[in-house]
């Protein structure tokens, strides 16, 4: 099962270049000559009908002519002769495009017509394009450099894909001199087709690539980045660096939330929860590349820091503390360690200050002691050239103790000349070397950031949690009642009808129309009381002074009632005043003033803040941002991620707050979000916590309606774990068996499934030997994104826990019209029926997910399978390029 159809991007055998010219100044021509300078492994064609010749080399007038299959063109021609070219490459079966020739999206009404046939003309011949206006693509293992650019990007492990072309050539030159090779180089251009997701996909999986470097400009599918983004990430390291970062973004209009939020917040959000690492500056990329290139990784941010000079220690230190770092005091054992090996003048504590006249053998003492130290993740070793210290020497023990240990070693040697031999064994050894503090620190910080995400990224909560039900249809009937009346703002009471349906524990408010009614209200819900005026049309109480607080008697009830009133009407005489909500005034004993909010962004969908309330939020700009679906673990990293957080806790006279409370509430928003597509943005505000309760005291809700066709949780940017696929069956012996889809935490439960499967099922499965799941099978397997593929597994209750003993998945095919399935069940269970249980629920997901056809391959000797295949209605025909293969479709 393949995810990405686009392998002969990178692997052609046959590579044709449309448009090759020996011209002054051709790109076409520039293409080819890079083709057969780099070296391909393939064989390389020019076809131009114009030329008999190009680079003293045959060139033919069409494919027709040149009658050979190609896996891959290069198109360099005038814009508006590329669709018909791919109309030619489709009839000979070319399976790939890269389209250089601009004149298409970027210029205007006519080139965005243009490219729609570039689109309508790829997809008709089942054809993956790259482009168009596209630097091209490098492969420099396969000897591929189909691009015009003017340098080759040397072989290594580090894969850049980029939406600018400029961004590449300048990369590729700056990464020579810093020794960093390269597994792939992608320019996507205007991306009309192959996109972010699809290439990270491929690199996924890609055995050459150890690391992925994405310069990204803007998302136009935030699901599909999502996607490939993940799966990426969740087998390998993806630095990016995002450019438009200040941009309006998500910004709502009007709303203390939108205000809150920008574009920054949100795709830092998006990267942390995707596992991924952000970098701000290309300079920050290369050193990112040159850290996880090393393949050791922090299980933390704890940092040692090793120097002979105190001045860079104390830099580095501060540099840490900014970055997010901790500095952990040593062991007893560490400690006895260092004091044995060290002179009585180091700094007997973190930063390690070896003395400026170290030698060798006592620094690298230092690092093994740091490095053995439990609360140590990684260690950093700074040296300044002091005349009674040998960097080079130092240098090789340094890599001497890095070599002995599985936790990360980065190097500041500081200065040029006297350091350059150092240097290039910190190179040639794989240890990370960095001329400042400050730099080294932040590439340290790279590390645990990605420790840090690669928590985020596994968590894979459900829409709904497993507490008490919320009433999901009731909230929706209130909103389309708003809705019905013309509005989109919902009032107070009926904000808080909603928040109330998904059981958020809410101030009960009362509106009076008059001043006898709001006397009636404070008598029935005790004083003292709040008042505040009701208008749909004023967004912020505070702005006309319509709140009145700790009201205690029944004549402020009824000054306060007209004072609320008559402002409001002076200072927005446009608004319609319907009254004045009375709310029992809450205890102010203990009391934090909290605000959760929710915007729409435009390309990644609901975000959820959280952070310090009140009528200051905007200045205090204390908040975390998190994408939906949240569960504890998200929840608190946010709750921590703040500074009113430190608020919450024991301190003075105050106990500390119900923290469970609040993320009970946090859970219940993110339900919300989940649930009902049509909340645009939300405001609670403000949110009141002590140590007993939490409870919302004002909020407002926008709204809109649900985008028609829109498909279950469509509106999100990460697909909620579906727990509306959980099915309890039975056998017909009597066995109880749960079928669901595949969790992360499912891994050890799905590789003992695997390593229990006979040698002959294993093979029917994978169509090769193996023993067990490799640890990118692994997680490939386990860690998957509900969009765009399923797996579905078969789970029984034994004496020593629960055991799988089936699963069948599909994957989505390019186009999303498509799904190729697979199934497996456990030799010792077969014949139960668990086979055709699992394909019924996997066919019926498909369905309601909107694919047209299920199609699969069976090895011609698995007859049960093939059976199975027969009575589900599956069309079987032989594979005409494997007689051992038949292919099975189902029309969906």
Not at 84 to 111: M, N, P, R, T
Not at 421 to 439: D, I, M
Not at 515 to 537: C, G, R, T, W, Y
Request: a neutral charge; one cysteine or more.
């Amino acid at each position: 099962m393949r995810l990405s159809d686009v392998e002969q991007l990178f692997t052609p055998s046959v590579v044709a270049v449309f448009g090759a010219s020996d011209a002054e100044g051709s790109i076409g021509g520039k293409v080819y000559r890079n083709l057969v300078a780099g070296g391909c492994k393939g064989q390389c064609y020019a076809i131009n009908p114009k030329h008999d010749q190009v680079a003293g080399k045959p060139c033919y007038k069409s494919l027709y002519e040149l009658d050979k299959h190609v896996d891959l063109a290069l198109i360099a021609t005038p814009a508006e002769k590329v669709p018909g070219i791919l109309d030619q490459c489709g009839e000979h079966g070319v399976k790939a495009a890269v389209v250089h020739s601009a004149g298409f999206g970027e210029q205007g009404e006519k080139g965005i017509a243009l490219q729609e046939k570039l689109v309508e003309a790829a997809r008709g011949n089942r054809i993956r394009v790259l482009g168009p206006n596209t630097l091209g693509v490098m492969r420099p293992q396969h000897g591929l450099n189909a691009s015009f650019g003017d340098k080759q990007a040397r072989r290594g492990n580090v894969a850049l894909v980029s939406q600018s072309g400029a961004i590449c050539t300048a990369m590729l030159d700056w990464s020579g001199p810093r020794q960093l090779g390269f597994s792939a180089v992608v320019s996507l251009g205007a991306a009309a087709d192959v996109d972010f997701g699809d290439i990270l996909d491929y690199l996924a999986m890609d055995s050459h690539t150890q690391s992925i470097l994405l310069y990204v400009e803007g998302i136009r599918d935030a699901r599909r980045f999502m996607s490939g983004l993940r799966a990426a990430a969740r087998l390998k390291p993806v630095i990016v660096i995002k450019t438009g970062r200040h941009g309006a973004g998500s910004r709502a209009a009007k709303s203390h939330t939108g205000a809150w939020v920008g574009s920054a917040e949100v795709f830092r959000a998006v990267l942390e929860r995707a596992g991924a690492v952000q970098v701000d500056a290309i300079d920050q990329l290369f050193a990112a590349a040159q850290v996880f290139g090393s393949r050791k990784r922090m299980a933390g941010d704890r940092v040692a820091i090793v120097t002979n000079g105190g001045g860079p220690g104390v830099l580095a230190a501060d540099c840490a503390v900014d970055r997010g770092l901790s500095l952990p005091q040593f062991s007893s054992s560490t400690r006895q360690k260092l004091e044995a090996a060290l002179p009585d003048e180091w700094s007997h504590g973190n930063p390690v200050d070896v003395i400026g006249d170290t030698t060798p053998e006592r620094y690298q003492a230092a690092v093994e002691a740091c490095l053995a130290d439990p609360d140590v993740d990684g260690v950093l070793a700074i040296l300044a050239p002091l005349a009674l210290t040998d960097s080079t020497s130092v240098a090789k023990k340094v890599i001497e103790a890095a070599k002995k240990s599985r936790k990360p070693v980065l190097s500041c040697w500081m200065g040029e000349e006297s350091v350059a031999e150092a240097e290039t064994l910190f190179a040639e050894n794989g240890v990370p070397n960095f001329t400042f503090p400050g730099v080294s620190v932040e590439a340290m910080s790279y590390l645990a950031a990605y420790h840090r995400n690669q928590k985020l990224l596994v968590q894979s909560p459900g829409p709904l949690s497993e507490r008490r039900s919320p009433d999901v249809e009731g909230a929706r009937l209130i909103i389309e009642g708003v809705m019905a009346e013309g509005r989109k703002t919902l009032g107070a009471i009926e904000a808080k009808a909603v928040l109330a349906a998904f059981h958020i524990p809410t101030m009960q408010a009362v509106l009076a129309r008059t001043p006898n009614e709001a006397l009636v209200a404070a008598q029935i819900l005790d004083f003292p009381v709040v008042m505040k005026i009701n208008s749909h049309q004023i967004r912020h109480k505070s702005e006309v002074d319509g709140v009145r607080l700790n009201i205690t008697d029944a004549q402020s009830v009824r000054r306060s009632f007209s004072e609320i009133v008559e402002r409001s009407r002076k200072l927005r005489p446009d608004a319609e005043i319907e009254g004045v909500t009375v709310e029992h005034m809450v205890s102010a004993r203990a009391a934090r003033e909290l605000m959760i909010g929710v915007v729409r962004d435009r390309i990644f969908g609901p975000i959820i803040s959280f952070g310090a309330g009140g009528i200051e939020v905007e200045v205090l700009e204390d908040h975390a941002v998190g994408l939906p679906p949240l569960n504890d673990y998200i929840i608190e990293t946010m709750i921590d991620s703040t500074r009113v957080a430190r608020l919450m806790g024991a301190f003075r006279h105050m106990p500390p707050m119900n923290r469970h409370a609040l993320a009970r509430i946090l859970q219940r928003v993110s339900e919300m979000v989940c649930e009902l597509p049509e909340i645009v943005s939300m405001d609670i505000n403000p949110l009141i916590g002590n140590d007993k309760d939490v409870v919302v005291v004002d909020a407002r809700i926008q709204v809109n309606y649900r985008p028609p066709q829109m498909p279950l949780y469509g509106h999100m940017a990460i697909h909620p774990y579906p727990i509306q696929l959980i099915e309890r069956v039975q056998l017909p012996e009597g066995t109880d068996l749960v079928i669901r889809p595949i969790r992360p935490e499912d891994a050890e439960m799905e590789q003992n499934f695997v390593r229990g499967l006979s040698e002959q099922t294993k093979y029917f499965r994978f169509m090769q030997a193996i023993k067990e799941l490799t640890p990118e099978m692994l997680v490939r397997f386990t860690q998957i994104d509900y969009d765009r593929e399923m797996a579905l597994i078969a789970v029984v209750t034994q004496d020593d826990g629960d055991a799988e003993v089936g699963v069948a998945r599909y994957v989505s095919r390019p186009g999303g019209e498509v799904c190729e399935f697979a199934i497996v069940v456990s030799d010792e269970w077969r014949g139960r029926g668990i086979g055709a249980r699992l394909m019924r629920s996997l066919i019926q997901n498909a369905r309601e997910r909107g694919f047209r056809i299920m199609d699969g391959e069976v090895l011609t000797a698995n007859a049960r399978m093939l059976a199975l295949m027969q009575s589900l209605g599956f069309r079987m025909e032989r594979d005409r390029q494997d007689p051992g293969i038949r292919l099975v479709t189902k029309v969906l």
